[in-house]
């Protein structure tokens, strides 16, 4: 009984994420892994690479842009103490917009499984009684930046477990 459990358990989450997408445009490539719970857009709303969640309502979205950077030295230090830059920044957006921002995550640097630096800041806010979920991962890849920016839909907060899920299989090209 212990073996049949396992085997399911294997199954399922072998399944969760089916499918690898390579990314590629003018300004780079990369590979990402998504669940089939999530649908590929190629140019669309301005990106250049954007996930969409499917039957969720409103949408939840990762979008994915490469960044070409010259010189691309990232100081998790640096970071850490000019995140009221980035704050700023996201007041003024949503006070233009007419948004309640709840509360900001913490910057947080990590490397994923696949050895790639990236660095995380975000934010929770209101918008038409509607909670969001933001968050900028930047992932160092070389001589290349890559962003990836999520926003869930408070509600299907799920969805954020599977974006981290992806964000730890990223992989630079």
Known sequence: MKTLILLLCTLVLSNTYSKSFKLKDSKGSSVINMSDEWTYLK???????????????????????HVDIKELKLDPKKLTKTQEVYQDGRKRW????????????????FKNRNKVNFHVVGLKYKLNENNFLEKSYYAECKTKLVHLKSVVFYKHLELSKQLLDSVDDFRCQ
């Open 43 to 65: 140019d669309s709303m301005g990106l250049p690479h954007v996930f969409v969640s499917k039957g969720k309502s409103p949408n939840s979205t990762l979008s994915i842009t």
């Open 94 to 109: 949503a006070k233009k917009r007419k948004i309640e921002i709840i509360t900001f995550t913490k910057y947080v640097n």
